[in-house]
């Protein structure tokens, strides 16, 4: 028979208890034992719901408080030495709140320290523990906790499957320096790691566990050689342990990895082919014939309903190759889809009849490998026959595919995609129209979201507040923003976004094709959950979005008011997209809706308009070889967004980051006239950027970090300002925050902002 498992599954809950109870624990409303009892009958339930629905294994493992690579460093016995665990690890169990320490910086017991660095795992967009490594790092096993699991799991009575971040990737995500602050090589340290992975194993089979998932998502990558040959190192050292090891490959194909895999000396091989399907084939061919392949066909990182009946005979040939060799599996952890679909009641039937979420996936999961043996129960088949329906009407639905929009979509020409003049001339045109002076200072858009602005946005939704109360407030905070960016002397001030809850979800909420879940929350950090929009149909602007906001902003000064929206890559990348056609086709579509806001900010007076695209980089692909076509459809659609407006009409764009190095001609493609970027943490990485190519356009390189509470020194800012300048011509430098303004207090802008408009005119006196 087919065997039927997840790689893993969401640990928030299905009413994210757990970011509850953890935070509850934070702040010492609950003790220990009662987040720990809480974290319990979690696993419980997921394992529960696991048998449930049919699946063979549970997979243990996937539990984590805060996160699951924090706890393989934990497992490792890897804390760095700020956190003073050198006790707890001698004694092999570091304490919950040392992890809570490393992850947040401080946690309810011990001393605080600087947290972790936290970066983006792999292109998810959940957010892991980036493990610290130095040389001459020695490791130890220091948390009984994965056995305590096994455990719990077994008393239960489930058939067990442990699941574990592999050795390679653990270290691969994490990131090794010396005293003396330069990288050093992570492999020297990959001895000391197996030595306790050993140990691991070999506890887990005196437990009775008889498969291990080592994941091993580096395989999806570009890897030097010195990583493929530390591969077949690892794992020959690892074979010798008494446990059968399933390699988990995710996210991607295996490439030019896929010999590497399929030769290592394991039990079995996960690959994922919903992302990858392509490499089914090459994988059966080379599969040496004792060794178990997981076939990941459900897929875990989206929310759609799986087509069981087409994958039944897709897989066909596999079942039939393999036998009983085959397993069926998510191609991912769930850990990237919501809970449940089922507390979804609003949600119309439609649509949610086209839906599953991390529950049903389980059902679906369980189906296939019955269908595939045949021997799927009279519920089961009639589940195919519901999927197969839903589908259909999946397929036919009037309001997925709508005509005016593939109408536009045939009509988009070279000119759609290109600003009329070149940004030299635009420069002139624009600096007739904008009057601005030498280093014009701008917001990247939003400004503190106060208490009171939450608590109407609240009382609003809740129906307590009325549309035209709640918008006269919110025309009153207009007010008082523009009011307080005048007084400051702010050039080009914005109208602060207080009507903004997110900067997805606010456009999303406004134009048809996008749905929104009430409860489809997924763990993004630690206890930080957000609800991605739905993107299931075609994307058509009713009426226009952000009109009236800004012509409002705009009629209370003779300033130029910069209007505010966010980019198709971003409202593209922060959402779930419909799998039925390429991604770029559905980016092309948001990007004409964008374009008539955009046409339509023009027309009410709005001088400049700002798009900003913070997802543009984190979009990707996972293989270098893939970047330059991402590239390419990305800048198209911003361009195709942005390109709709005469030439005096001024673009801007903002980036979180400042890492263009590699990408710096694609962000210079976007021929946006301004774009604003983060570089006030790192003065010396913009300088990188811009060391070998001549950045054509305006640029604002942030002069203020707002991620920190201290209020930035004028003299600071003016010498961060010479530095760009020495890269670039000054009339083309703009002086502004690094970022929006919104989880700051008033406090802490105004006297910022004050020095910021003061080092600008430093900058004027000393250049002008
Ligand atoms: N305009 C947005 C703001 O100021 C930009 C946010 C972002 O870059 N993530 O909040
Ligand atoms: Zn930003």
Redesign the pocket.
């Given at each position: 028979m087919t065997l039927a498992h997840v790689i893993g599954y969401p640990r928030i809950g299905a009413d994210r208890e757990l970011k509850r109870a953890t935070e509850a624990y934070w702040q010492g409303d609950i003790d220990q034992q009662a987040l720990e009892a809480i974290g319990r009958d979690l696993r419980l339930a997921n394992w529960a719901a696991q048998r449930e629905a049919g699946l063979d294994l549970v997979t243990v493992g996937d539990f984590a408080f805060y996160d699951q690579v924090l706890d393989v460093s934990v497992l490792l016995g890897a804390v760095p030495a700020r956190f003073g665990a050198e006790e707890e690890v001698a004694r092999g169990e570091v304490a919950l709140d040392t992890a809570f320490r490393m992850a947040r910086g401080r946690a309810p017991s011990g001393e605080p320290a600087a947290a972790c660095e936290m970066t983006k795992y792999f292109d998810t967009n959940y957010h892991y523990l980036v493990p610290e490594l130095r040389p001459g790092q020695r490791f130890r096993l220091a948390s009984s906790r994965l056995f305590d699991q096994v455990d719990e799991a077994r008393s239960a009575g489930h058939p067990v499957k442990v699941a574990l971040t592999g050795p390679l990737t653990w270290l691969w995500l994490g990131k090794g320096r010396s005293d003396a602050g330069d990288d050093f090589d992570r492999l020297a340290l990959l001895d000391g790691v197996l030595d306790v992975y050993v140990e691991v194993l070999q506890r887990l089979a005196g437990q009775g566990v008889e498969w291990v998932q080592l994941d091993e998502t580096a395989l999806v990558q570009d890897l030097p050689l010195a990583w493929r040959q530390a591969f077949e190192r690892a794992y020959h050292r690892l074979q010798a342990a008494p446990v059968r090891l399933l390699l988990a490959s995710c996210f991607g194909g295996l490439g030019d990895n896929l010999s590497l895999a399929v030769g290592l000396p394991v039990e079995g091989l996960h690959i994922d082919v919903v992302r990858a399907p392509a490499q089914l084939e090459a994988v059966l061919d080379r599969l040496l014939p004792h060794k178990v392949l997981s076939v990941g066909a459900i897929d875990g990182r989206n929310v759609w309903r799986a087509d069981l009946a087409l994958l039944r005979e897709r897989l066909a040939t596999a079942r039939m190759r393999l036998g009983e060799r085959l397993w069926i599996a998510t191609s991912c952890s769930l850990l990237h889809v919501p809970v449940d679909l089922a507390a979804e009641t609003t949600l119309d039937a439609e649509l949610g009849s086209w839906l599953a979420f991390a529950r049903q996936k389980l059902d679906e999961t369980a189906a296939l490998a019955r269908l595939l043996d045949g021997r799927a129960t009279a519920a089961e088949r009639d589940r195919v026959e519901a999927a197969s329906r839903a589908l259909q009407s999946r397929r036919e639905a009037p309001r997925l595919h709508r005509p005016e929009v593939a109408e536009r979509m045939a009509g988009i020409t070279a000119a759609d995609i290109r600003r009329r003049s070149p940004f030299a001339e635009r420069a002139v045109a624009q600096q007739r129209h904008l009057a601005l002076p030498l280093f014009p200072t701008t917001t990247?858009?939003?400004f503190p979201q106060t208490a009171e602005i939450r608590a109407d946005r609240r009382a609003f939704k809740a129906g307590e507040l009325s549309c035209e109360a709640y918008e006269a407030r919110m025309r009153e905070e207009i007010a008082r923003v523009v009011a307080r960016q005048e007084a400051l002397g702010i050039d080009m001030p914005v109208h602060g976004?207080p009507e903004r809850n997110d900067?997805v979800e606010y456009f999303g909420e406004q134009l048809d094709g996008y749905a929104f879940t009430r409860f489809g929350w997924v763990q993004s950090y630690g206890t930080r959950c957000v609800k991605p929009p739905i993107l299931f149909g075609d994307v058509v602007r009713p009426a226009a979005m952000t009109v009236r906001w800004s012509e409002y902003a705009q009629s209370l000064t003779a300033r130029p008011m910069k209007g505010?929206l966010t980019g198709p890559v971003t409202l593209l990348q922060w959402s779930f997209v419909r799998d039925d056609q390429p991604r770029e086709t559905t980016c092309r579509q948001i990007a004409l809706a964008l374009r008539d806001e955009v046409v339509d900010l023009e027309a009410a007076g709005i001088r400049a308009i700002q798009i900003?695209e913070?997802a543009l980089r984190e979009g990707l692909p996972l293989r270098r070889a893939e970047w330059q076509g991402y590239l390419d459809w990305a800048v198209e659609c911003f361009r195709l967004a942005a390109s709709g407006v005469r030439d005096e009409t001024q673009i801007h764009t903002?980036m979180?980051y400042s890492e263009f190095n590699d990408i710096i001609e694609s962000i210079a493609a976007l021929d946006a006239d301004v774009i604003t970027i983060e570089t006030s943490r790192s003065a010396m990485e913009l300088l990188d950027a811009f060391q070998d190519f001549a950045y054509p356009n305006a640029i604002g390189p942030g002069v203020y970090d707002i991620h920190s509470p201290n209020i930035p020194e004028v003299a600071w800012m003016v010498a961060l300002m010479e530095k760009a300048a020495e890269r670039i011509p000054v009339e083309r430098l703009w002086v502004n925050p690094d970022?929006?303004l919104?989880t700051r207090g008033w406090a802490e802008v105004e006297p910022a902002l004050a020095n910021m408009v003061e080092a600008a005119r430093e900058l004027r006196r000393r250049h002008g």
């Open positions: 990247i858009g939003s976004e900067m505010m900003d913070p903002h979180c970022c929006g919104k």
